[in-house]
Each structure stands twice: as C-alpha cells, then as structure tokens.
C-alpha cells in the first residue's frame, strides 16, 4: 500500500451531472497529480497540484478542474458529465516537484449514464 | 499521438518462464522511463525504474533493458510465477515535465501454474 486514499471507491451519475472525487497525499507529499485511466488503457495526465495551484495540465477541457488544500489533500471536479467520462480516477503524490517516483491510490471507478 | 507503444497487449508464460514486455517511444527529451504493476481493483504501483544513462537495471526478477539508439525498452521477469499475473504498464517522463507522466496502454500478463 502506498498511502495514498481516495474516495469514493465507485460512483454512478448521470451525464450533465457533476462530480467531486478526492485523495489524501501520503505523509510528506506536497505535490499531486491526476490521471483518467479508460478501461483497456494507460492512464492519462489530466493535470498537477503543487503547493495549491495547478501546475502543469493534460488535453482534457477545462470541465476537469481541481483544488489542492494546505495539508495537501486534493479533489477533481468534472462538470457537465459526459458518457466517455467513465473511467478509472488515479491520484498520484509525490514527495516535491521534482520528485520521479509518484505513488498511485486505489483510484475511484466513475460510471456516467 | 501515442508517444509510448507497448507490446504484446497480452503475453501467456508458463511458472517459470521468462515474461518480456517491450515498449518504444518517439520523444528523446524523455529522461525517466518506469515500469508500473496493476492489479485489478488497485492502482499502478511502481515496480522498477531506469535513466537513459543505463544499459540495464536489474532489481530481483525484474530487469529494465535500455537501448537509447533504438529508443526502446524492455521489461524482464525471470522466473515467473502466478503471482506476477496482473497489467504492466511502462511509462515515460521528461525533466520539468510538471507530473506528466506518458504510459503505454499496457500488457496483460498471465502465469500459468
């Protein structure tokens, strides 16, 4: 296990609707990022949190949205959803900036019908 | 556009058998190139990781070969068991890149006892 937590564990919503997905950082990580991982695929960069402000941000529109909080904890909101929506949430820590090494959560399995 | 290209999608190895996973990327400012293990209902957890300035790495069963000529690496797992049955994804990142990790689609790896 990594330390890293994320709720909910599985969500079912409707499209139009919105989403807040969230993820403890482990111990002494100050850095998060953010990865939508489709079924049968790699997951991928929707965008970074560092210090509170998104810091770095993948091809995905600007209804993906974030917030970072002072003890590092971090959600993902995504507004208006749509179908192709459905997919794995992974949150990745990281002990600072230039950290390599990023740590993944269980991830949150959204379903959008 | 895919950067990392992973093969085979799935890949059958006998208990004790060698597993070799390849993987090919496109962008040479790339500098830290992980390997990542999935289980299912779990997040990518890091397995082995290497830098262009290697040939090789190797870390118990598992062995990262590195040929930067070609831009291509490959994942070993000698000796495998029913255990390493799970998804491996290699991924690939550059300095400053801002958490933006660039993973393959991945490899379904099956042990059979």
């Known amino acids: 296990e990594t330390g890293v937590t994320q709720s909910p564990t599985h969500l079912i919503k409707t499209r139009g609707q919105q989403v807040t997905l969230r993820c403890s950082s482990q111990?002494?990580?100050?850095?998060v990022s953010w990865y939508q991982q489709a079924l049968g695929q790699g997951p991928q960069f929707i965008f970074q949190?560092?210090?509170?402000?998104?810091?770095g941000r993948g091809n995905f529109p600007p209804r993906f949205s974030g917030l970072q909080f002072p003890n590092y904890s971090s959600e993902l909101n995504v507004n208006a959803l749509e179908l192709d929506d459905s997919a794995l949430y992974l949150c990745a820590s990281r002990t600072t900036l230039l950290g390599e090494t990023q740590y993944f959560g269980p991830g949150t399995r959204l379903l959008v019908l | 556009q895919q950067q990392v290209k992973q093969s085979p999608q799935s890949l059958i190895v006998q208990k004790g058998g060698i597993s070799i996973i390849n993987c090919a990327y496109e962008?040479?400012?790339?500098?830290?190139f992980p390997w990542y293990q999935q289980f299912p209902g779990k997040g990518p957890a890091l397995l082995i990781a290497?830098?262009?300035?290697?040939s090789e790495k190797k870390e118990g069963r598992f062995t990262i070969s590195f040929n930067k000529s070609a831009k291509q690496f490959s994942l070993h797992i000698m000796d495998s068991q029913p255990g390493d049955s799970a998804t491996y994804f290699c991924a690939a990142s550059m300095r400053g890149s801002q958490g933006n990790l660039i993973f393959g689609k991945g490899t379904k790896l099956s042990v059979k006892p």
């Open positions: 962008n040479t400012a790339f500098d830290y």
């Open positions: 290497i830098r262009p300035d290697v």
């Open positions: 949190y560092y210090r509170e402000e998104e810091n």
């Open positions: 111990s002494g990580h100050n850095t």
